[in-house]
T-cell receptor
């Protein structure tokens, strides 16, 4: 089944403890992206990648890192999480740019 | 960054009613997309629009890419209970306006609920 898989689905962590949210897609898509969703703010793009080793900042990249060493994987790294990064995170992938991202089921992150 | 203004923020529907929502921007876009999000899930693409003036249907859903390239609307005809959810518009800025192939901007969503 064609899908974008994120792990974990839920995560509670403490301020400053490094964490990684994994994302994998099995559709051989070139483009991958991370969004965060907050009440009243909709979906905001954190980072995106156009191919292996090619990444670019979205609208809210501060406090996040990404890497794209393989086509199928696009992990999101929070080196020193803070409470304002408590949010619902979505990974997405697309064959052709932003024309129709396919989204994962989300990761709900709480930083205390 | 660039913002998309989506309205209404929320609305209540009764089964059988038609529903309209729209999205506007101060900049032109070269792609408009409409997504639906069910509780606990990621957004799912409903309709994609690539040309100014384009009108596209997907079952009971119809969306249009505005002539000015600064707006789009989504209509749902004869709504049913499973239409409940959050609908998002999304757009891609032209490269000349600071956009890129991977950069998709979302509106804040329209929440559809059932009338009590």
């Amino acid at each position: 089944e064609a899908q974008v898989t994120q792990n974990p689905r839920y995560l509670i962590t403490v301020t400053g403890k490094k964490l990684t949210v994994t994302c994998s897609q099995n559709m051989n898509h070139e483009y991958m992206s991370w969004y965060r969703q907050d009440p009243g703010l909709g979906l905001r793009q954190i980072y995106y990648s156009m191919n292996v080793e090619v990444t670019d900042k979205g609208d809210v990249p501060e406090g996040y890192k990404v890497s794209r060493k393989e086509k199928r994987n696009f992990p999101l790294i929070l080196e020193s999480p803070s409470p304002n990064q408590t949010s619902l995170y979505f990974c997405a992938s697309s064959f052709r740019g932003a024309r129709g991202y396919t989204f994962g089921s989300g990761t709900r992150l709480t930083v205390v | 960054g660039q913002q998309l203004n989506q309205s209404p923020q929320s609305m209540f529907i009764q089964e059988g009613e038609d529903v309209s929502m729209n999205c506007t921007s101060s900049s032109i876009f070269n792609t408009w997309l409409w997504y639906k999000q069910d509780p606990g899930e990621g957004p799912v693409l409903l309709i994609a629009l690539y040309k100014a003036g384009e009108l596209t249907s997907n079952g009971r859903l119809t969306a249009q890419f505005g002539i000015t390239r600064k707006d789009s609307f989504l209509n749902i005809s004869a709504s049913i209970p499973s239409d409940v959810g959050i609908y998002f518009c999304a757009g891609q800025l032209p490269i000349l306006y600071g956009g890129s192939q991977g950069n998709l901007i979302f509106g804040k969503g329209t929440k559809l609920s059932v009338k009590p």
